[in-house]
C-alpha cells in the first residue's frame, strides 16, 4: 500500500475523530466547559490528491460534519429562546415565580 495513501487514511481518521467528539458533546452537552478549543482542519497539503477509493469515507465524514453543524446551530438557537424566555420571567415579592403562560410550540 502506497505510503501517501495510508497517510491520507491517518488525515481522515483524527478529521473524523474531530466529527465524533463534536457527536458526542451534542449529546452530552454539559462537558463542553472541559474541552479545550478546538484546532480547525485543514486538508494535507503535502499529500496530494486524495486516493479515489477513499473519496466515498471523505464524504461520509462531511456529511456528518454538516448534520453536526446543523445540530449544534439548532441547540444555540434554543438556548438563546431559554435564555430570552426566562429574562422575561418576574418574581413575586413573596419569593413565588408569577404564573406565566408557555407555549411550547413557539
Given at each position: 500500500?502506497?505510503a501517501?495513501?495510508?497517510?491520507?487514511?491517518?488525515?481522515?481518521?483524527?478529521?473524523?475523530?474531530?466529527?465524533?467528539?463534536?457527536?458526542?458533546?451534542?449529546?452530552?452537552?454539559?462537558?463542553?466547559?472541559?474541552?479545550?478549543?478546538?484546532?480547525?482542519?485543514?486538508?494535507?497539503?503535502?499529500?496530494g490528491?486524495?486516493?479515489?477509493?477513499?473519496?466515498?469515507?471523505?464524504?461520509?465524514?462531511?456529511?456528518?460534519?454538516?448534520?453536526?453543524?446543523?445540530?449544534?446551530?439548532?441547540?444555540?438557537?434554543?438556548?438563546?429562546?431559554?435564555?430570552?424566555?426566562?429574562?422575561?420571567?418576574e418574581?413575586?415579592?413573596?419569593?413565588?415565580?408569577?404564573?406565566?403562560?408557555?407555549?411550547?410550540?413557539?
Open positions: 500500500m502506497a501517501w495513501r495510508e497517510e491520507w487514511i491517518a488525515a481522515l481518521d483524527a478529521l473524523e475523530a474531530d466529527v465524533e467528539m463534536i457527536e458526542r458533546l451534542i449529546e452530552d452537552e454539559h462537558r463542553v466547559q472541559a474541552l479545550p478549543a478546538a484546532n480547525p482542519w485543514s486538508p494535507p497539503t503535502e499529500l490528491t486524495l486516493p479515489l477509493d477513499l473519496k466515498p469515507r471523505a464524504d461520509r465524514i462531511l456529511a456528518r460534519q454538516i448534520a453536526a453543524a446543523q445540530a449544534v446551530s439548532q441547540a444555540i438557537t434554543g438556548n438563546r429562546r431559554q435564555t430570552a424566555f426566562a429574562a422575561k420571567i418574581v413575586g415579592t413573596a419569593g413565588k415565580a408569577i404564573p406565566t403562560y408557555v407555549d411550547c410550540n413557539a
